[in-house]
């Protein structure tokens, strides 16, 4: 890991402590039916991830509300339009 | 009875495939049985198949042993792999998983794995076709398939929407998925800009390799569902809006070239139309389908089609021109024919190859013959041989020496190809296949050919040249 990824790692390491609040504790379920390798390091930065994750989603959401109330509204592109799956029914 | 475990099915303890007699069977085991009952009765089962999210199965009453339940799930007409979709075949295969991945968690369920051979074309959509890749949800878990989706999905379409479509390819060197440090080396610097890239790959391939040799058991941080969620949402987000733009490939734009005129393509597609009348096969290939026209003959009379083409870009427009028409019976795939998809992983006998797989009784090879002759050196006769392996009947385009494409094959380069002519064409295919049909397509020098391959008796009794 190059001195740059290290920066990373630490800084991504310090905002997950920060953001998850949940230092010491640990999931020990165990699922005797979890074939796959889930990977270790892939393992431990899933819960970063998905905390990360959240902050985006959430930035997003208030993101779209100030450019909705500043009259930016994006509208969808014809690729946007494109894509095979619409999300409305879920 | 005759019982076969099929070669793809045994990495999961929860239960395999098999055939008995040809029905394909998938046997559920004993330790499997309450992620089973809880899929069937949460109401998820019910959802994903009205959804045509997942296979359907019937539960077939001959239990016993080891097993629990014995399903019969609908069948697949064509199986396809990873590597012969397009990007947006990929893209939508990456959306089914986590569409499922969702709703699973909202029935109390969640998706054990996350590999692309689990997803699959059916009726001109991907669908889900394992069904034991559900486990009962325990609050705190985390997602154990997210390494499998990173690197079967998103590196993949990551590398091909930011560095080059034939990335894709890697697949085929990796089964279980590009790796995050080789997707990280090979994408450029502006990918990082995305704060969901940064994080599915450039931060998750740093982590793989901090805890490469860790051989003590990890404390893994208990992960709410919420955000479980959320970490489903932003791969949902990051590849719905990965994009490839299909500019200058090849053959894109063979159809507005200058190979026809207007009347000669009508031509063309009358004759075919015709053929196919005369031949009725219940499917067909269609090799070097470019973009799809000429199997979209077939397709209006009722005869699903898988259309084979070299070129990302046709693939990929033809496979968004059905899903935009709701078109069922065509399946667009990618193949490079002169080197194709073989038999690999364990045993040579996981994921089978192109002629293992051959499921049709018609082969349509339409403007294909001068770049098999020509422009990859392979004889008349075995191009012939190649075919009589797929299938009994073929529809053949020959295009001469004179045809404006083959002059360009032709330009700078040696003409090593004296029995590339009309009279060595129809010997060599004629020891194959009995020509029951010749015609000239109009305003052009080309000959379109309605075949039947040779049985044993009839070529005693005809002995053909």
């Known amino acids: 890991m190059g001195s740059g990824d290290r920066w990373l790692a630490v800084g991504a390491a310090v905002a997950f402590e920060f953001v998850s609040g949940a230092a010491g504790a640990s999931w020990s379920g165990n699922s005797q039916l979890a074939y796959v390798d889930p990977g270790t390091g892939s393992f431990i930065l899933q819960a970063l991830v998905a905390a990360l994750a959240g902050i985006v989603v959430t930035l997003n959401i208030y993101w779209s509300k100030i450019k909705g109330f500043m009259g930016f509204g994006s509208k969808p592109t014809d690729a946007e339009n494109s894509n095979s799956f619409d999300s409305a029914d879920d | ?465």
């Not at chain 2, 699959?120 to 669908?127: D, L, S, W």
């Not at chain 2, 709701?326 to 190859?353: I, Q």
């Not at chain 2, 700078?412 to 029995?419: A, I, K, L, T």
């Open chain 2, 1 to 465: 009875m005759i019982e076969r475990a099929l070669g793809s099915s045994f990495r999961d303890p929860s239960g395999y495939l098999f055939e008995r007699d040809g029905v394909l069977l998938r046997q559920i085991q004993r330790c499997y049985a309450p992620h089973y009952d809880s899929l069937m009765t949460s109401g998820l089962y019910t959802e994903l198949v009205d959804r045509s999210l997942l296979i359907p199965h019937e539960e077939v009453a001959d239990t016993g042993g080891e097993a629990y339940r014995t399903l019969q799930p609908e069948r697949v007409a064509f199986v396809s792999h990873p590597f012969e979709w397009s990007f947006s075949q990929l893209q939508d295969a990456a959306l089914t998983t986590l569409r499922i991945a969702r709703t699973a968690l909202r029935h109390g369920m969640i998706l054990k794995d996350a590999s692309a051979y689990n997803v699959q074309f059916h009726r001109g959509a991907p669908i889900f076709i394992d069904t034991l890749s559900f486990e009962k949800y325990e609050e705190g878990a985390p997602w154990v398939a997210y390494r499998q989706f990173c690197e079967h999905f998103l590196a993949p379409l990551a590398l091909m929407s930011y560095r080059d479509i034939r990335l894709g390819q890697l697949l085929r060197v990796h089964i279980d998925g590009i790796p995050l440090d080789l997707t990280r080396a090979l994408l450029p610097r502006r990918a990082w800009l995305s704060v969901n890239l940064f994080m599915h790959i450039w931060l998750h391939a740093g982590y793989q390799r901090r805890y490469r040799n860790t051989s003590e058991r990890v404390r893994v941080r208990p992960i709410g569902k919420k955000s479980l969620e959320n970490l489903i949402h932003s791969l949902e987000s990051l590849v719905g809006k990965l994009r490839w733009r299909a500019a200058g490939t090849e053959w894109a734009e063979y159809y507005a070239g200058d190979s026809y005129t207007e009347s000669g393509s009508d031509d063309k597609c009358e004759i075919v139309a015709r053929y196919l009348d005369c031949a009725k096969p219940a499917s067909i290939w269609d090799l070097g389908a470019n973009t799809g026209a000429f199997s979209r003959l077939a397709i209006e009379r009722g005869i699903p089609t898988v259309a084979f083409d070299v070129d990302p870009a046709c693939v990929d427009r033809s496979y968004r021109e059905a899903r935009r028409a709701g078109e069922t019976r065509l399946l667009p795939l990618l193949l490079d024919l002169t080197n194709p998809s073989p038999a690999f992983g364990w045993a040579h006998a996981e994921r089978a190859s192109l002629i293992e797989r051959r499921s049709a009784d018609l082969v349509m090879a339409l403007a294909l013959i001068h770049h098999l002759a020509i422009s990859n050196n392979v004889p008349l006769v075995r191009v012939a041989d190649l075919f009589a392996e797929l299938a009994d009947r073929l529809i053949v385009e020959f295009v001469p020496k004179c045809d404006p494409k083959v002059q360009q094959l032709l330009a700078n380069r040696e003409d090593v190809f004296p029995d590339y002519t009309r009279e060595g064409f129809e010997v060599a295919f004629g020891s194959r296949f009995e020509i029951e049909e010749r015609t000239p397509i109009r305003d052009s020098e080309r000959t379109l050919y309605l075949m039947r391959r040779w049985s044993a008796d009839s070529k005693r009794a005809t002995s053909p040249p």
